[in-house]
């Protein structure tokens, strides 16, 4: 028979995450209610919750109230936010869409370590304040001749999804990838065509180091006083992560003195209070977390979930799976 699946979800996103011709989709593989649910708030008869941002927890009261689910498909990156315990100790299988999010992501950073590898901020800020900077920024430090990505070395901490799309780009670029992190051996590195290091060495050496591990207690402060004083004089730091990967007050420190720089798409605190320090620095750019899937990109989230609902249905196995033993490493 036919399942029934629900949408749960800030219900304005519908639209955006799943556009007409999905929904159609859709409507082949299950029978889906016309309500998106906002709060969890009565009996629930789906076999499949598509879920999105904004879909309330679901807790052991939840699930005590819908005895046939079987699937939460997460139209989003992370299931941390909205899944307890309870959801996977039922047995429910749990996909996520992190990895149609990390597409955004990493199109955006790689822009962004393309304009910080011709220190593209400092430079544009000391023209609007006058001086044409196309050789020597005053105040800025250069390490070496700065000419683009081809030829530089970045470092990459996590490989992470987004970790490796980054990668990937980095590749055809030309740049020269060292990678941090502890679950990825040598020879998985050497497949993904970068050198392992440990994360000091990394910072030793990189030119540009950029953020793509998760938010984890042993991840807090992953790039602190100690760590960022090892970056070389005019390394560049961009964090599309999480903000409190990087110790705040210690990147002001750094930052202020002109010897390093920073592209922040997240903070820690988010957002800073106006007035703070970052947002201040010629050599420091802050961008409002827009590094994710926004806008259109949000159907990309949609296509994956749709076909993670059909996979399901037919039978085959999906993509997105979230394992409960990889929660404690994954975003
Ligand atoms: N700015 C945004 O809008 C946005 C959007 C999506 C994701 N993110 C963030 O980007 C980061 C990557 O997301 P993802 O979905 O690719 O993550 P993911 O879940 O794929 O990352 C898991 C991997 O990270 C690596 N890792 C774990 N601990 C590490 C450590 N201590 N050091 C280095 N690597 C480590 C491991 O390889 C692990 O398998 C996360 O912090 C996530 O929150 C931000």
Known sequence: MTPLAAFAMQPLLLPELFPLDLRRRLSLVTRVHERVIDAFDGPLDAEILITGWGCPRIDTGVLAAAPRLRAVVHAAGSVKGHLTAAVFDRGITVSSAAEANAVPVAEFTLAMLVLA?????????????????????????????????????VGVIGASRVGRLVIDRLHDHGADVLLSDPYTSGEEAAALGVRAVPLDELCRHAELVTVHAPELPETRGLLD????????????????????????????????????????????????????????????????????????????????AVAEVERLTRGRPLRGTVRPADLNRIA
């Open 117 to 153: 590898a011709k220190q593209t901020f400092p430079r544009a800020r000391a023209y609007a304040a006058g001086a044409w900077s196309g050789d020597a920024l005053p105040g800025v430090a250069t390490p070496g001749e700065r000419g683009g990505l081809s030829g530089s070395t």
């Open 225 to 304: 006083e100690r760590r960022l004083s090892l970056l070389r004089d005019g390394a560049v730091v961009i964090n599309t992560a999480r903000g409190s990967l990087i110790d705040t007050a210690a990147l002001v420190r750094h930052c202020a003195t002109g010897r390093i720089g920073a592209v922040l798409d997240v903070t820690d605190p988010e957002p800073l209070p106006s007035g703070h320090p970052l947002l201040g620095l010629p050599n420091v750019l802050v961008t409002p977390h827009i590094s994710g899937a926004r806008g259109r990109e949000l159907r990309r989230l949609g296509e994956f």
